[in-house]
């Protein structure tokens, strides 16, 4: 994963490189000092991820970013600013997290990870169809039409546009066969259709209801997972 630096401050970018090239697979490309100097080599360089210092000479990181994502829409942003108030514009630029300084090492390593697992999962589809066992035999079900799997009462459910089906298959054996594309593990009996979400309410203090379009069932999700699935959809 191919990682820029935009930062005024030599010493932020000198950690910043620290931890990037501590890290199995990830690559340092580039730094910039200043804003107009951050658009123009992230231009040249064509990176996976930017760290952008907000308050920066020349041109502001949220301005910058906006320049770049014209050209390199893909680009994943990661803002790092000793101030919170400009978190709600950068995340409408489908930034990948916000990091306050001073951020603890860990907190960037965490960041790091989280994104280049997402990019892993979107790069790998799932296959078209699946099959699953039943008491009947085995069902072939187009992967598409899945909306919702639970595990409930030492069975896993599949709810699809337009039956549900049980099977003996464990949760973990149907996740092996859905897992990438737009399939997500949002708690540890749920897996999710992204594409259907429509709602999330908060249900308790640390976990949240999910309702999907075509069907009653609703899933829950972590607190921590929502963070992740966030990541994902870019909000």
């Known amino acids: 994963m191919k990682i820029f630096i935009a930062d005024d401050d030599a010493g932020m970018r000198l950690v910043l490189r620290g931890i990037i090239e501590s890290m199995e697979g990830m690559e ?3 730094e910039a000092a200043d804003g107009v100097q951050a658009v123009r080599r992230c231009l040249e360089l064509n990176p996976d991820v ?9 041109k502001d990181g949220v301005q910058a970013v906006k320049e770049i994502k ?31 300084k001073p951020f603890k090492t860990d907190r960037v390593r965490q960041t790091l990870r989280r994104i280049n697992n997402t990019r892993y999962k979107m790069q790998t589809a799932p296959p078209r169809n699946i099959m699953i066992k039943n008491r009947d035999g085995m069902v072939i079900l187009p992967v598409g039409d899945i909306l919702l799997v639970y595990r409930e009462s030492r069975q896993t459910h599949i709810i ?8 003996s298959d464990s949760l973990n054996e ?5 897992e990438g594309g737009n399939f997500f593990r949002c708690h540890r009996a749920y897996i999710i259709n992204m594409s259907a979400i429509t709602t999330i309410q908060p249900y308790g203090r640390w976990t ?14 972590t607190h921590e997972k929502l963070g992740d699935l966030q990541g994902i959809l870019g909000i």
């Open 28 to 30: 340092c490309v580039g």
């Open 50 to 58: 930017v760290f952008m210092d907000v308050s920066m000479p020349e």
């Open 70 to 100: 014209e050209v390199l829409p893909d680009i994943i942003p990661v803002f790092c600013t000793a101030h919170s108030e400009y978190m709600p514009e950068a995340f409408e630029l489908y930034a990948a997290d916000y990091l306050i």
């Open 160 to 167: 699809t546009k337009d039956a549900a089906y049980t099977t």
């Open 174 to 178: 149907v996740w092996t066969k859905l």
């Open 208 to 221: 949240y209801i999910v309702a999907l379009k075509g069907t009653d069932q609703t899933a829950l999700i």
